[in-house]
């Protein structure tokens, strides 16, 4: 039998029912390989050698593979048709030879398939070929990209603004996107104008609007009448003048279907019709592709194999008529700059099955799996056919004139099944107008002057930021789900009411990075650099070329900003946002002074948290903070003395925020009470959710659970540093959820406090393993109590703040658990004597090696 590889058990599941007894089908469970997340695993020095290593989670299941093809003499690899599942195949194929589980008599072949069907599965193996090298070498080029990115240029933004946590070669581009945007709402400076509309009536009776578009023989533009007086005038004018219809004008018009999805196009339509986040998107359109309801879901591609075209339109001709089907196919021109990675467009794989006959139950499998088939028919319908009327108005002396526009649908063609949403609100031309002709004269009801503001450009859904990033070139299909996560993961963005929104993190990496790494975040050269890569999946390009082209200037970057010093980015960072930081006051004040105490000044400065604020620099006699964006108008921001909630027993009770973030206070700071009652605000509680009610309860924290029923020792509820919990006596559990510490009654909490009892007498298990000390002994990373930890025998060293126990090094781990065994020589000697080799001489503290970051997995 012959051994076929997928990536997914799902998958696996699926093609072995197809293929029968004859197969073995094996699941590879994703890359396979990796680099390993430490300094030199890609050495610029030696022809960019690569250092994979087989994950520890793929071991078992490569051994699995290896297992089969004792028995069994050909591998067929049956991973995704793209460049991520070329790679796959590459690094199974390395692997297994390595482990000599291929051998020279070993038949090796590779098969793809645009859908998951048996029809295209059998057709696939009648059609094997080799492992596509230009394309293994394209993804190459990128892993070794965002390896040299994210090593080099995150370690630089830990040392030099604290806080921040990694950078990537897209990534930061996509938040230079969404920092940028943010700056520009809050540089916006909303103007006034007014529109005026008559209500107007037919010679037979009917009603209709129309706009004044013209003024004193002068056609208006937008802001010409800037304020209520003119548009007063304006009003004077037309209700003074009797008003004829000067033309009419009904023009036919078509609108023509949008083309069929691809990975992109789809993201921005689940986001618009579903709030459907991008990696949300993608794991249910991955699940339907599994299930074979889809064709593969990662493309640039939007044409459509012939057999699915003719397909789609006898679906068209059963439930529509002939008169929906136009008498040619509709074809799609393909985007895809590079033909080998151009792929059909997402589409049901039997278009006969429509939503309503298949049968799933995930709720939004099935609304994605609607919206493709819907997109999949509409593009081969006809179009719709439309008639476009535009109306002109005016008065004899030709002093004013007005307008209304109306469209009627003749036929509605694809829009029976499906119409795109937008991005943007546009007028509403598409109203029917009354029948009028030219020299009707017309009665008026009413003429109204509106009152606008110009509005700022909104902030980006992931729908338009992944629509923005495909123009500019940025990224591909298969990375723009990433990209989003990992923004937001790392806290540089927050999404809102479905919109991204720039937090500080966010705003000072990107500052920092476009002030000292300009060209890098430029979005001309990372889109020249995407174009580069295709070239190289093309076969048109040496891809050790383009790194080396990269690197050359990349690493000079990096040692331009070694003797940086803190203060001097903060400055600069200070200066390059005094704009936005520091806005002119409306009496004409100086920006920069302190509004609470009058004689200080407002400067930058970082939060051991990461994040940033704006301080006085009479700091501590005066504690004015406020966040980076607004400034302080004692009510509705978080600043200075902060917004009042209400009073309780004669207190105020306000909401503020300080270095560490929001929080709500009791009371004011005084000479007798310094620091009056506090509490910052949960994880997970939006500040604009706290009223008085939910800041009392803040506040009354620790609350009484009542006396535990076995020794009569208080239960007490609570939220510290580690999250939600109860106490009693000395012993702590952690509660799920905040709200629970609100609520808890004594059942629960005993309940609770016993399993954290019984918990405790097991081993825990690590949650990572990171080999053996120099010095002897397993290094792993433990979780504990108050946060997680490294492990070395008897030494426990916890993890700084911002870094993460899934992305830490074996360096870090050596050079922390050395360093707090310095500082405890007991357990520190303790350690070597118990797993020194003998006669080894005591060990010394291991040098400190340089930090490693975590390299950006957005390709």
């Not at 049956?78 to 194929?93: K, M, V």
């Not at 023009?251 to 789809?266: C, E, I, Q, V, W």
């Not at 002074?593 to 407002?602: A, F, M, V």
């Amino acid at each position: 039998m012959a051994v076929v590889v997928v990536e997914s058990p799902a998958k696996a599941k699926t093609i072995n029912k197809y293929l029968g007894p004859g197969f073995t089908v094996l699941a590879s469970y994703g890359h396979v390989r990796d680099l390993p997340p430490k300094d030199g695993s890609v050495d610029p020095e030696h022809d960019f050698d690569m250092k994979w290593e087989v994950a520890s989670d793929s071991r078992k299941h490569v051994k699995a593979i290896a297992e089969a093809l004792k028995t069994d003499n050909e591998l067929i690899l049956a991973t995704d048709p793209d460049r991520e599942g070329e790679a796959i195949s590459w690094h199974l194929t390395e692997a297994l030879e390595k482990s000599r589980a291929i051998k020279k008599t070993t038949s090796v072949k590779r098969v793809v398939f645009n859908a998951i069907t048996k029809t295209a599965v059998t057709e696939a193996m009648k059609n094997p070929r080799e492992v596509d090298m230009p394309l293994v070498r394209a993804y190459l080029a990128r892993r070794a990209l965002d390896y040299l990115v994210g090593f080099n240029l995150s370690p630089v933004l830990w040392r030099k603004l604290p806080g921040a946590k990694s950078a990537g070669r897209v990534q930061s581009v996509c938040l230079r996107l969404i920092v940028e945007r943010e700056m520009e709402i809050e540089a916006f400076r909303s103007q006034e104008y007014w529109s005026v509309t008559a209500g107007l009536t037919t010679p037979r009776g009917q009603d209709f609007s129309a706009k004044l578009i013209s003024l004193a023989g002068k056609r208006l533009d937008k802001f010409d009448l800037a304020t209520s007086e003119a548009a007063e005038i304006a009003v004077q004018a037309v209700q003074s003048r009797d008003l004829t219809v000067t033309s009419v004008e009904a023009k036919p018009g078509s609108r023509n279907p949008s083309a069929p999805f691809m990975t992109s196009t789809l993201q921005q339509e689940a986001s618009r019709k579903f709030g459907m986040g991008a990696k949300h998107c993608m794991s249910t359109a991955q699940r339907l592709y599994e299930a074979g309801h889809i064709t593969y879901m990662r493309t640039d591609g939007i044409d459509m194999a012939p057999e699915a075209v003719m397909a789609t339109r006898d679906v068209i001709k059963d439930r529509f008529g002939t008169e929906y089907v136009p008498k040619s196919p509709r074809m799609y021109k393909n985007k895809a700059k590079n033909a080998q990675e151009a792929h059909e467009c997402i589409r049901p794989t039997d278009m006969s099955i429509s939503p309503d006959r298949l049968k799933i139950a995930d709720a939004d499998q099935r609304k994605l799996y609607d919206l493709i088939w819907k997109r999949t028919i509409a593009c081969q319908m006809e179009a719709a056919r439309l008639e476009r009327t535009t109306v002109d108005i005016g008065s004899r002396d030709e002093q004013v004139g007005l307008r209304a526009t109306g469209q009627v649908v003749l036929f509605d063609g694809f829009l029976k099944v499906y119409e795109e949403g937008r991005d943007d609100v546009v007028d509403d031309d598409d109203k029917r107008l009354p029948q009028l002709a030219q020299g009707d004269s017309l009665g008026k009801r009413s003429v109204t002057p509106e009152q606008h503001f110009t509005q700022p450009p909104p902030r980006y859904t992931e729908a338009t930021l992944v629509k923005r990033m495909e123009e500019l070139g940025i990224g591909r299909p298969s990375t723009y789900a990433s990209i989003v996560t990992t923004i937001q993961d790392r806290g540089y963005v927050i999404k809102d009411k479905n919109r991204l929104i720039a937090q500080d993190k966010g705003r000072l990496v990107t500052i920092f990075l476009v002030n000292y790494f300009k060209r890098y975040l430029e979005y001309d050269f990372t889109a020249a650099l995407e174009e580069q890569l295709d070239d190289v999946s093309a076969g048109e390009r040496d891809y050790k070329e383009v790194l080396s082209r990269f690197w050359r200037d990349f690493s000079a970057a990096i040692a331009e900003t070694s003797e940086l010093r803190i203060t001097e980015v903060l400055e600069k960072i200070d200066e390059v946002l005094a704009p936005h930081l520091y806005p002119l006051r409306e009496d004409g004040s100086d920006p920069r002074s302190c509004p609470k105490c009058g004689s200080g000044r407002l400067n930058l400065k970082t939060a051991r948290s990461g994040g940033a604020f704006i301080g006085c620099n009479n700091y501590p006699e005066c504690r004015y903070t406020r966040p980076l964006a607004g400034e302080d108008d004692g009510n509705a921001e978080l600043s200075g003395d902060g917004k009042l909630l209400g009073h309780d027993a004669g207190d105020p009770i306000s909401l503020r925020t300080g270095r560490f973030g929001p929080y709500v206070q009791r009371g004011e700071a005084t000479t007798d009470i310094p620091k009056p009652p506090r509490a910052s605000l949960p994880k997970g509680w939006e500040v604009d959710s706290i009223d008085l009610e939910r800041a009392l309860m803040l506040l009354a924290l620790p609350r009484p659970v009542g006396p535990h029923p076995e020794d009569g020792e208080l239960i007490e509820a609570g939220i510290g540093r580690y999250g939600p919990f109860v106490k009693h006596g000395k012993k702590y559990a952690n509660l799920p959820e905040v709200d629970e510490v609100f609520t808890i009654g004594m059942n629960r909490a005993v309940e609770v406090l016993a399993a954290k009892q019984t918990r405790g007498r097991t081993a825990a298990e690590p949650l990572k393993t990171l080999g053996a000390h120099p010095d002897g002994g397993e290094l792993a990373v433990m979780k504990g109590r108050y946060g997680p930890y490294v492990k070395w025998d008897k030494v426990n060293a916890t993890l700084p703040k911002d870094m993460d126990p899934d992305t830490i090094t074996f360096d870090q781990a050596v050079e922390l658990v050395n360093a707090k065994a310095t500082a405890k020589p007991k357990a520190r000697k303790a350690a070597a004597s118990k797993k020194a080799p003998a006669k080894k001489p005591a060990a010394k503290k291991a040098s400190p090696k340089k930090k490693s970051a975590k390299s950006s997995s957005t390709a």
